[in-house]
């Protein structure tokens, strides 16, 4: 897949949460925006604008927006779903009105000109990347460690990030924690009750690889922060 969209839905289910996903972003990334101040009155003043080139105001136009003249993810969600629905035939398919087609690319513009390009976020996109990268690149150094049981030692810096990733190993992988005072191995997934299946294979490069992969995609955006100024505090 070479850029979003690329691939469409095969059914009629993939297509509603597909629509549904579109729809709610709409509305949400201009709270968002609105929220930590990357949108300014000039910004209020357009969104009023297509507002009223697609749509036209309340009372004034045929499609009118049907909530007022917020444009909120409430009132969004609200007409959208609402237009959608009178649309939509089993012989059509799903759709919108010709205006309110031309009224969510014409919200789609504004959010790429006015947010997703902002200055802010191409900052925060680079802050993101570094994060995501660090994190990788310090779990890929522990795969010999872990072959021998040993990531607790190689993370013994990262408390955090040390409990969270061995017991992911040991849920997903063949892996058992070696215990230097005892000498020996744990089967920590039988202490656990842990009935998941192996999935990664710890001794392939590209196995793990997937599997570190597959931890990180698991963080929520606070976690991957939390960890990222771990591995970077001295």
């Known amino acids: 897949m070479k850029r979003p969209g690329f691939i ?8 509603v949460v597909k629509i549904a996903d579109k729809i709610a972003y709409l509305g ?11 949108l300014d009155m000039a910004s209020y ?10 749509l036209g105001f309340e009372k004034k136009g045929a499609l009118a927006l049907r909530s007022g003249k917020a444009i909120n993810t409430t009132v969004l969600i609200n007409d959208l779903i609402v237009d959608l629905c009178e649309q939509s035939s ?16 014409e919200i789609k513009k504004f959010n790429f000109a006015y947010i997703y390009n902002h200055w802010r976020l191409k900052e ?23 072959k021998s049981g040993r990531v607790a030692q190689a993370l013994k810096l990262y408390p955090k990030l040390q409990q969270t990733f061995e017991l992911w190993l040991v849920k997903t992988t063949a892996y058992k924690p070696f215990i230097v005072e005892k000498h020996s191995y744990i089967d ?3 202490i656990l009750r842990l009935n998941s299946p ?20 698991g963080m929520t ?9 771990e591995i970077i505090t001295f």
């Not at 469409?8 to 297509?15: D, H, I, L, V």
């Not at 192996?198 to 990180?216: G, L, P, R, W």
Request: net charge negative.
């Open 124 to 146: 925060f996109a680079i802050y993101a990347e570094n994060i995501i990268k660090t994190i990788f690149r310090t779990l890929m150094k522990t795969q010999p460690y872990a």
């Open 221 to 229: 955006d606070q976690f991957a922060i939390q960890v990222y100024e």
């Open 28 to 38: 949400r990334d201009i709270e968002d925006a609105r929220a930590y101040h990357i």
């Open 90 to 105: 089993i012989e059509n398919g799903l759709c919108f009105s010709d205006e309110y087609f031309k009224f969510i690319l």
């Open 198 to 217: 192996q999935i990664f294979d710890i001794n392939d490069n590209e196995s793990y690889t997937k599997c570190v992969i597959e931890f990180i995609s």
């Open 45 to 54: 003043r357009v969104l009023r604008e297509i507002v009223g080139s697609t």
């Open 8 to 15: 469409q839905p095969y059914t009629w289910e993939g297509c």
């Open 188 to 190: 920590k997934k039988s």
